[in-house]
C-alpha cells in the first residue's frame, strides 16, 4: 500500500502563487494532481511519469509545473497566477504503471490540501 502525504495548501490573492509536495511511501511510477471543488467530480489536474514526462488539463497550462524529486520521493505542483477557479481540495495520486487522467485509474490517494484563492 503506497501512502502519499500532501502539503502546502492556503489561502491567496488572486495573482498569487502557491507549491504543493506530496510525499510518498516508496517510488512510484507514475504520480499526479487531482482537485476537487466543492459540489463538483474530482479532475485531473497534471500528471508526471518515471520519463519525467507531464501532462496538463488545459484549464492550467502555462500557470502550473509539475515536478517530482525521486531521491526524497517528493511530487510538487507549483501554482503561479493563480484564479479563483482554482479553488479546491488537491489531491496526491499515484499508479505503479500507467499514467492516465481518470481518477478511477489511480489506486493510491492522499489526504489533500486545501488551496483557496480569494481576494
Known amino acids: 500500500q503506497v501512502q502519499l502525504l500532501e502539503s502546502g495548501g492556503g489561502s491567496v490573492q488572486p495573482g498569487g502563487s502557491l507549491r504543493l509536495s506530496c510525499v510518498a511511501s516508496?517510488?512510484?511510477?507514475?504520480m499526479a494532481w487531482f482537485r476537487q471543488a466543492p459540489g463538483l467530480e474530482r479532475e485531473f489536474v497534471s500528471s508526471?511519469?518515471?520519463?519525467?514526462?507531464?501532462t496538463y488539463t488545459a484549464p492550467v497550462k502555462g500557470r502550473f509545473t509539475i515536478s517530482r524529486d525521486n531521491a526524497k520521493k517528493t511530487l510538487y505542483l507549483q501554482m503561479n497566477s493563480l484564479k479563483s477557479e482554482d479553488t479546491a481540495m488537491y489531491y496526491c495520486?499515484?499508479?505503479?504503471?500507467?499514467?492516465?487522467?481518470?481518477?478511477?485509474?489511480?489506486?493510491?490517494w492522499g489526504q489533500g490540501t486545501q488551496v483557496t484563492v480569494s481576494s
Open positions: 495520486a499515484a499508479d505503479r504503471r500507467y499514467c492516465r487522467t481518470s481518477k478511477n485509474a489511480f489506486p493510491y
Open positions: 508526471i511519469n518515471s520519463r519525467d514526462t507531464a
Open positions: 516508496e517510488l512510484i511510477s507514475c
